[in-house]
């Protein structure tokens, strides 16, 4: 079983930075890809960053704003995210694909862009 736990969401003006930050527990191999989703009201659940392996993947409208980094010692794994902009807004999900291919979901954190 994985648990995953965001922290760190809340609400900025547009231009700021914020960082979440997933701790994960459980049965995690620094294989298993984790990322970070998030969803807008009315809209579907995207994918925003993701890292395994150290390879890393950007959603186009985040790619040279945002940063993600995971510590495998820690099992943690952070977003860091600058430049903020209202379309930002949404809840932002932690997810662990584990080795069997199941998905794993935290219990996500707002984050508001005023602008």
Not at 15 to 23: D, I, K, M
Not at 38 to 59: C, D, F, H, L
Not at 70 to 87: C, G, I
């Amino acid at each position: 079983q994985v648990q995953l736990v965001e922290s760190g969401g809340g609400l900025v003006q547009a231009g700021g930075s914020l960082r979440l930050s997933c701790a994960a527990s459980g049965r995690i191999f620094s294989i298993n890809p984790m990322g970070w989703y998030r969803q807008a009201p009315g809209k579907q659940r995207e994918m925003v960053a993701i890292t395994t392996s150290g390879i890393t993947k950007y959603a186009d409208s985040v790619r040279g704003r945002f940063t993600i980094s995971r510590d495998n010692a820690k099992n943690t794994v952070d977003l860091h995210m600058s430049s903020l902009v209202p379309e930002d807004t949404a809840v932002y999900y932690c997810k662990l694909t584990s080795d069997w291919g199941i998905d794993y979901w935290g219990q996500g954190t707002q984050v508001t862009v005023s602008s």
